[in-house]
């Protein structure tokens, strides 16, 4: 996460992972999510429940440039606003029915949410290539502790053994998501390599956390 005094940057996912017309569930501080990207590509966070009654909108589906529940198909704008009923098809539906909206940036194959209003942009970080993300059921202290480094001022940690990977951590409830990233110009064998420098990083990690418990 990355932070300022007026709010943080979350970063939810990779880019890879949200094709488009497509919607999945995702986690900021401030809650469940639905993350959804519509047929032209336009990225939105919605609050992850339909207002009507209660459905988790990340079980729904994208049809054009609307997200709409599974339930009973109320459908959604990206600014949040309802703009379709099924059961009542000629009504316009009043403003007043809305699902909360957070603000979302997509930099460098990163898609990254927006608690509050943050002063700055998330950190670019050009010179790194996303590959893959994984959840540890660690803390951010013991996935530091297993790579042997600490977070900088742009949220990576480093691995002291392989300098060329990165590790792009958000804390959520009881676990951690963790955005994998490498140097651009690695080769298939060294993507390879990273992805299981990973899952060793996560063991480790797991295992530090049962030890401190």
């Known amino acids: 996460m990355f932070s300022d005094t007026t709010g943080s940057w ?15 569930p995702a986690w900021t501080p401030a809650g469940a999510i639905a993350l959804w990207r519509s047929q032209s590509g336009r990225i939105s966070a919605s609050s992850d429940r339909c207002p009507h009654r209660g459905m988790r909108l990340s079980h729904g589906f994208v049809r054009g440039e609307a997200l709409s529940c599974i339930y009973h198909g109320w459908s959604y704008s990206p600014a949040g606003g309802c703009i379709r009923i099924p059961a009542h098809p000629g009504l316009v539906p009043p403003e007043t029915i809305r699902v909360a909206v957070q603000q979302v940036e997509e930099s460098d194959g990163i898609i990254w949410v927006a608690v509050g209003e943050p002063a700055v942009r998330p950190p670019r970080i050009g010179h790194l290539v996303p590959l893959r993300s994984l959840t540890l059921e660690a803390d951010i202290a013991a996935i530091e502790a297993a790579a042997g480094g600490k977070s900088g001022a742009d949220g990576l940690i480093g691995i002291a053994d392989c300098p060329w990977v990165r590790l792009l951590p958000t804390a959520q409830i009881g676990r951690t998501l ?4 490498v140097e651009q110009g690695r080769n298939v064998a060294d993507r390879l ?14 295992t530090v956390r049962k030890d401190v418990a």
């Open 10 to 24: 979350t970063p939810v996912a990779l880019s890879a992972d949200l094709p488009p017309a497509t919607v999945i």
């Open 193 to 206: 390599m990273a992805s299981r420098i990973a899952e060793a990083l996560r063991r480790r990690a797991e």
């Open 178 to 181: 963790v955005h994998v990233l």
